[in-house]
């Protein structure tokens, strides 16, 4: 049988990418998205080139929503092998004076919030079988700070720390838990706002690499911390960025 890979946020940019390589390996892959039309199309693409995959909606932040999703993932297939949390966004670049609380609260919700709720009722699946591993999401961001994009930047601040307590808890279950952090990724929602020229004069500069991520750079990141190869390797932060940070 397969693996069963649990992929939030699988319907568009990154983890559309990461979708297609796990499923590119032979993982039965669950597209988890608030988009579910997207979290569709990424099925119909894997199933087309001949993987296993299947659609879900949900929104990471109702608790009873995941719960249920990963209830039934559990029980129509025994088990969860991969958890990649990639659902997320920062939604606003304003002066923290400006920000409301609900907007403080969405950003904070959809990136620590969500990925808490979706390990919350994943690791005990994982524990029983004492094996799993889980991707979550952190960024650049979570490290260095960003002028107005203080939750954001909060947000993934917590998901490095939440990151790295929770490979210790689960360890002894045989359970690994990494954090990746994309920097600059030239995913379709930020291509929708600039040009490719106008990016790579943004970024050449400051990126040693002198050019942007793509989503499948981080798809093969995120897939090697799912592999044999990467067996001893458990509660770090795995930087893609071209050497900006």
């Given at each position: 049988?397969?693996?069963?890979a ?18 590119a ?6 597209i ?57 966004g ?34 005990p ?35 490095i ?45 400051s ?19 799912t ?19």
């Amino acid at each position: 049988m397969s693996q069963i890979a649990l992929i939030t946020g699988g319907g568009n940019g990154i983890g559309r990418a990461v979708a297609h390589r796990m499923a590119a390996a032979g993982m039965t892959v669950m597209i988890a998205d608030y988009d579910h039309a997207a979290a569709q199309q990424v099925r119909q693409e894997i199933i087309d080139s001949g993987g296993n995959a299947e659609a879900l909606s949900i929104d990471v932040t109702v608790a009873r929503e995941v719960k249920a999703i990963v209830t039934d993932i559990a029980r129509r297939f025994g088990r969860i092998d991969v958890l990649a949390n990639i659902a997320g966004g920062s939604f606003y670049t304003k002066h923290i004076e400006d920000f409301t609380w609900a907007e403080w609260k969405q950003v904070i919700d959809t990136n620590l919030k969500g990925t808490f709720l979706m390990c919350r009722e994943v690791a005990p699946i994982m524990q029983k079988q004492k094996s799993g591993r889980i991707l979550n999401t952190a960024s650049n961001y979570g490290v260095t700070g960003s002028a107005l994009r203080a939750p954001y930047s909060a947000a993934k601040a917590g998901i490095i720390a939440f990151t790295k307590t929770l490979a210790l808890e689960l360890a002894p279950d045989g359970i690994r838990v990494n954090t990746v952090a994309p920097g600059p990724t030239d995913t379709p929602r930020v291509m929708e706002k600039e040009t490719p020229e106008a990016r790579r004069q943004r970024w050449s500069s400051s990126i040693p690499l002198g050019r942007t991520g793509k989503p499948e750079d981080l798809a093969e990141l995120y897939y090697f911390l799912t592999t044999p190869e990467s067996a001893a390797i458990t509660g770090q932060l795995f930087h893609c960025n071209g050497g900006l940070l």
